[in-house]
């Protein structure tokens, strides 16, 4: 069974940092590309960032590059997004998903990863 945990999200002030992490069990984090999105309330889910076997990875310029940062750790299974400088704009719920690495090996559009976390809560008071 796949599952992905996300956790690191609360509430913060504007120009604090947060660190996610998003574990992922019953997959071998090599050979598979997993990505961050977000979703505002009323809002369409938004690629953030995607990383594939700890050296490939994209930011999104709707997350401005040089605030945020992707990484991954093979040994923990456990990818983390990296947030500072956070923005009121940054307050979203933050999603991790997976995908076996194929062509195009970083899609921004959700519908190409079949699994999903539950979500973690960021908000960025002013």
């Known amino acids: 069974q796949v599952q992905l945990v996300e956790s690191g999200g609360g509430l913060v002030q504007v120009g604090d940092s947060l660190r996610l992490s998003c574990t992922l069990s019953?997959?071998?984090?090599?050979?598979?590309?997993m990505a961050w999105f977000r979703q505002a309330p009323e809002k369409q889910r938004k690629f953030v960032a995607g990383?594939?076997?700890?050296?490939?990875?994209?930011i999104s310029p709707d997350s401005e590059k040089g605030r945020f940062t992707i990484s991954g750790d093979n040994a923990k299974n456990t990818v983390y997004l990296q947030m500072n400088n956070l923005k009121p704009e940054d307050t979203a719920v933050y999603f991790c998903a997976v995908r076996e690495s194929a062509r195009p090996l970083m899609p921004t559009d959700p519908a190409a990863y079949p699994f999903w976390g539950q979500g973690t809560q960021v908000t960025v008071s002013s």
């Open positions: 019953g997959r071998s984090l090599s050979g598979h590309t």
């Open positions: 990383i594939r076997d700890d050296v490939d990875a994209i």
